[in-house]
Every structure is written in structure tokens, then in C-alpha cells.
């Protein structure tokens, strides 16, 4: 016997002594997984126990299979997925504040920079400027610094512009690593709730063939009492209902 009396019950893939509540009949696992766990033990038997250690284990070996056959070579990306649905770990995470945080102070200063570059408050500041620059330099004669043609004036708008292309080329590049990251992580979700989704079905599939095949068992032995009971007790049948319509009057 497989099964032990003090609830504990023996590993056929480790041969331990597992609880019962941390391992699951032979019967009860997909198909799918048997072929997977026959290949390294042919002697798998549906009436003995694995524990879940050694059933997620497989498990990861068989999502494993399944990527390597319809994706060739797998990344390291897709061997993330497979270790967390071993390990039954989160795998979704907040990649925008992670990335923030490992910013330094100039990547900082270059984003707040490029974002007041690109905003109407900085269009509305500049032509401000220019228009008292051009002004004054034209119509108040004692404070006269930059006279017509306004060469510094020149000078002053080349340097900002000069300044501002690289900063602005930074800032956008961050963002394009930063989509990067993002939609690298979407994928490791999106790759591990199919993979999920997948294996709940096979499952449940399972489960319903399982329990259709048990009830069929059950309704049969149900028939064969039923006709058991009939054969043997005709003249009883007759005789209950009389009986209990005197005790009603
Ligand atoms: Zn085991």
C-alpha cells in the first residue's frame, strides 16, 4: 500500500515520506505532465503520490518543453516566467518608480530641464525676453547694451539652443529606455497569465474526465443495488405502503 495510516504518504518521485496535504494522487495529474515526469521515471504509476515540490518542479520543465517547441531558443526573459510559475512568485512589478529611483541628479535635472524646454510657459518666457531685449536696446538710448543688428542677442540664443538639443536628445532617450523596460515587463506578464491560463484549462478538463468517469462507476453500482433490492424484495414493496396509510387514519 501506498497510502499510510498516520496521514503521511510516500513520494514516488523522491520516495519520501510527504504529508498528505502536500501531495496529490497519481490519478489526478494532466496527462500532458505524466508524459513529461515519464520520461525521467518510467516507473510512474497513476495509484502512487508525488509531492507538490516535485509536481511544480515538472511543471516547470514541461512549460519549459512547450516554449522551447514553439519558440526555438528561449531567452532569459521567458526562463524568468518559467521560474516564477515554479516558485509561485509575483512577477508583476512597478518598473516606472523602480527606474525613477536609479536616476542620478544630472539624468534628474536633464528631464526637468527638457520638460520646461517643451511647454508653453518656456515659449511665452522666451518671446518675453526678446521682445524687452529688442526694445529697450532700440528706444531707451542710456541703457543701450546690444545696438541693431543685436549681435549678443544672437550669441545668447545660439548658446541656449546649442545647450538645449543635447539635454532634450538625453531626456527622450531615457523615455525610449524607459518604454523598453516597460514593455519587456509586460511581456513576462502577459507570456506568464497565458501560460497560467493554459494550464488551468488543461486541468480543469482533466478534473471534469475524472469525476464524469467516477460518477459513471457510481450510477452503475446505484443500478445494480437498485436491481439487486427489486429482485429480492417484491412482496415487501407492497405490503409498506398499506401499512403506513393506517398510522395517517
Ligand atoms: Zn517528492
Known sequence: M????????????????????????????????????????????????ICFTDLNRFRGQYVKEILEEEKGELTSIDREVIKSLTEHDLLSRD?????????????????????????????????????????????IVFLRWDPYPFILLNLVLSCIAALQAPIIIMSQNRQAERDRIRAQEDYKVNLKAELEIRHLSDKIDHILTKQ????MDIQQIQMELMEEIAQKTPKEKKEVPQKNGNQIS
Open 2 to 49: 501506498v497510502k499510510k495510516q498516520n496521514g503521511t504518504v510516500l513520494c514516488q518521485i523522491c520516495g519520501k515520506q510527504k504529508s498528505a496535504s502536500v501531495s496529490v494522487r497519481g490519478e489526478l495529474v494532466r496527462p500532458s505532465l505524466v508524459n513529461t515526469i515519464v520520461k525521467s521515471h518510467p516507473d510512474w504509476s497513476p495509484d502512487g503520490y
Open 95 to 139: 518598473t516606472t518608480r523602480e527606474y525613477e529611483e536609479q536616476l542620478t541628479f544630472g539624468e534628474k535635472t536633464a528631464d526637468k530641464v527638457a520638460e520646461f524646454a517643451g511647454s508653453w510657459s518656456f515659449i511665452a518666457f522666451a518671446t518675453g525676453i526678446i521682445i524687452i531685449w529688442l526694445m529697450v536696446n532700440l528706444f
Open 212 to 215: 464524469w468517469d467516477r460518477m
